[in-house]
């Protein structure tokens, strides 16, 4: 069938989607026999199809991606590796530039241009890995002059601003908004964010200035200070695309925006907040590529992915993720449930909001405005025949009462809780009202997460362990162990770390633990009866990861408390 596909002509391919009539095509053909312009501008130029729609069902024949230029940022690296003459006369545009995987991304109209892509391979060098995205033919010139007509650098633009003055009302029209540098200053403080793998980006208004922060590994760091002349506008303009009230300033608010960076969409969640020197903005960085992961690709221990097998093997029950703010529960979530979503199960979510979208898995925001908290969601959901459901974080009791009411009548449900350690969630469920016997038996396990930054593989150096760091490490300093510096070099930009890595505390709840539970037992006697059956606390599973050349000491207490281990 495919295959037939790819024989067909555009246009009987559009007649064939229903896109356009058999009439319109006729019209379109005779039209083309007085003046020889390709068949997908004529249709376009009648107005019979939009330049969208034969972008995507050209890129859906061929097995190609597709991609709308105008939810592109420009990102000036890719730009630099290519001549705008050259990408003028290929119809190339450069959209994206990964220098570490050293692999560009381009769009282009004519996918099958061999000529042209062996130039580029030969302009560029065997080492740079070309991709190729199919873009429509009409954007694509006005991109080609956008992208390349305009200083896109920090730096450049910042001097552009300098030189002339700020246009407000364009900063709020949908027109040619590479004009207008403020624009451009936003978009690139977001590529080089992404770029950067930071997970927040912080707009701080001060007295005199404007600082800008990105939250790179866990850890915030300072990349620009800017005049407090550049407020204003930085404010308009992130408040205009994240669909926001611009005359309100003295009330938070909360938005969203979608842009394609580095060749791949990325989406932003924006909330303002009113502060004595004018509004702080905080953009949550929501980079799907970069969020859902398979457990395999978490660097996570064998016997920590074997305990977690045994309780994704149990058919009903709570399964509960615990840790604070931004220690990646919901990440963690995520990749569990990626286990076990296939065809054969039917997984539905309630989330605060829904962040990634994920295929198979019927998801549902929680929101006020449609008068849907956790509970009456979970109400409603175990009317669509559910096998597992996910509920954002257990708030309150009503929720927690309709989770365990889900999981006592045969359905897995995955949920957050905050508390500092796997065995602080039963005192937890208690305070919100569970009762101990009502806990006893709907269980599956409870994990703690925190998460640490991991040592680069470029430059770390080795190092014998002294007196204190060997109180720390207490039983585990038997055998002289050697434990690694953080250095910084050009592959981790001189920070001596390197991305992150979760450490997990695993509480496997079996009849034993149970029936502790019921009996109200007291946090000692759980610990104790979970050390026996191989239990260990955050403290000792980041000790491990410290002597396997993972992370540091100091990065360790950092994330979880070692103060208990000095004797």
């Known amino acids: 069938m495919a295959e037939q596909r790819k024989k067909l002509r555009l246009?009987?391919?559009?007649?064939?989607?229903?896109?356009?009539?058999?009439?319109?095509?006729?019209?379109?053909?005779?039209?083309?026999?007085?003046?020889?312009?390709?068949?997908?501008?004529?249709?376009?130029?009648l107005g019979f199809v939009t330049e969208t729609a034969i972008r995507d069902i050209m890129a859906r024949t061929i097995g190609q991606e597709s991609i709308d230029l105008s939810q592109v940022v420009a990102d000036p690296d890719a730009l630099g590796l290519v001549p705008q003459e050259f990408a003028r006369r290929n119809r190339i545009l450069p959209i994206?530039?990964?220098?570490?995987?050293?692999?560009?991304?381009?769009?282009?109209?004519?996918?099958?241009?061999?000529v042209a892509m062996d130039q580029l391979r030969a302009m560029l060098g065997s080492q740079i890995e070309i991709k190729t995205q199919l873009a429509a033919e009409a954007q694509?010139?006005?991109?080609?002059?956008?992208?390349?007509?305009?200083?896109?650098?920090?730096?450049?633009?910042?001097?552009?601003?300098?030189?002339?003055?700020?246009?407000?009302?364009?900063?709020?029209?949908?027109?040619?908004e590479y004009t207008q540098p403020m624009v451009r200053l936003v978009n690139a403080l977001l590529v080089d964010a992404v770029k950067r793998g930071a997970s927040d980006i912080h707009f701080e208004p001060e007295y005199a200035f404007l600082r800008v922060r990105f939250r790179i590994d866990g850890v915030l760091e300072t990349v620009r200070?800017?005049?407090?002349?550049?407020?204003?506008?930085?404010?308009?303009?992130?408040?205009?695309?994240?669909?926001?009230?611009?005359?309100?300033?003295?009330?938070?608010?909360?938005?969203?925006?979608?842009?394609?960076?580095?060749?791949?969409?990325v989406d932003f969640r924006v909330s303002t907040q009113p502060t004595i020197y004018g509004e702080n903005i905080v953009l949550r960085v929501l980079d799907r590529e970069k969020s859902i992961i398979n457990l395999d690709r978490m660097g996570l221990p064998k016997d920590v992915t074997d305990r977690l097998g045994i309780m994704l093997a149990r058919p009903e029950g709570i399964l509960i993720v615990t840790?604070?703010?931004?220690?990646?529960?919901?990440?963690?979530?995520?990749?569990?449930?990626?286990?076990?979503?296939?065809?054969t199960v039917n997984i539905m979510t309630l989330e605060d909001p829904v962040e990634y979208p994920v295929t198979l898995m019927r998801q549902t925001s929680v929101n006020e405005v449609a008068r849907m908290d956790f509970a009456n969601g979970i109400r409603s959901i175990m009317r669509q025949d559910p096998d597992i459901i996910l509920v954002g974080e257990v708030r309150?009791?009503?929720?927690?009462?309709?989770?365990?009411?889900?999981a006592m009548t045969g359905h897995q449900v995955f949920t957050t809780l905050h508390t500092n350690s796997a065995l602080g969630a039963f005192p937890r469920l208690l305070d919100i009202g569970i009762q101990p016997d009502i806990m006893a038996g709907n269980i599956i396990g409870v994990i703690a997460q925190r998460l640490v930054r991991v040592l680069c593989a470029h430059c770390k150096e080795p190092y014998q362990p002294g007196r204190e760091e060997r109180m720390l490490l207490g039983e585990f300093a038997e055998g002289d162990p050697t434990l690694y510096h953080a250095v910084g070099c050009r592959q981790c930009d001189n920070k001596g770390y390197r991305g992150r890595t979760p450490i997990l505390e695993i509480l496997v709840m079996d009849t034993d633990m149970d029936e502790l539970v019921a009996r109200r037992s007291t946090a000692k006697e759980l610990r104790t009866a979970a050390m026996a059956k191989g239990f260990r606390p955050l403290a000792?599973?980041?000790?491990?990861?410290?002597?396997?050349?993972?992370?540091?000491l100091s990065e360790l207490s950092r994330a979880v408390d070692l103060t208990g281990r000095y004797v």
Do not use: C, W
Not at 96 to 114: C, D, G, K, M, P
């Open 140 to 176: 694509l010139e006005d991109f080609i002059d956008q992208f390349y007509g305009y200083e896109l650098s920090v730096d450049g633009i910042l001097k552009e601003i300098e030189t002339g003055e700020i246009d407000y009302d364009s900063l709020q029209a949908g027109g040619d």
């Open 225 to 265: 200070s800017l005049h407090k002349t550049y407020m204003p506008g930085i404010t308009v303009r992130i408040k205009v695309v994240s669909d926001m009230n611009i005359a309100e300033t003295r009330a938070p608010q909360d938005g969203r925006l979608s842009l394609t960076l580095n060749g791949r969409p």
């Open 96 to 114: 994206a530039y990964h220098s570490r995987e050293q692999v560009l991304t381009v769009a282009t109209t004519e996918i099958f241009n061999v």
């Open 11 to 45: 246009g009987e391919l559009l007649v064939q989607q229903r896109i356009i009539t058999t009439d319109q095509l006729a019209i379109a053909l005779a039209e083309q026999r007085h003046n020889n312009i390709p068949l997908g501008r004529l249709l376009v130029r």
């Open 323 to 343: 840790g604070p703010t931004g220690s990646g529960k919901t990440t963690t979530l995520y990749s569990l449930l990626a286990q076990v979503n296939d065809e």
């Open 540 to 552: 000792e599973a980041g000790i491990q990861r410290v002597l396997d050349g993972i992370t540091t």
């Open 396 to 406: 309150d009791k009503e929720t927690a009462e309709m989770a365990f009411r889900a």
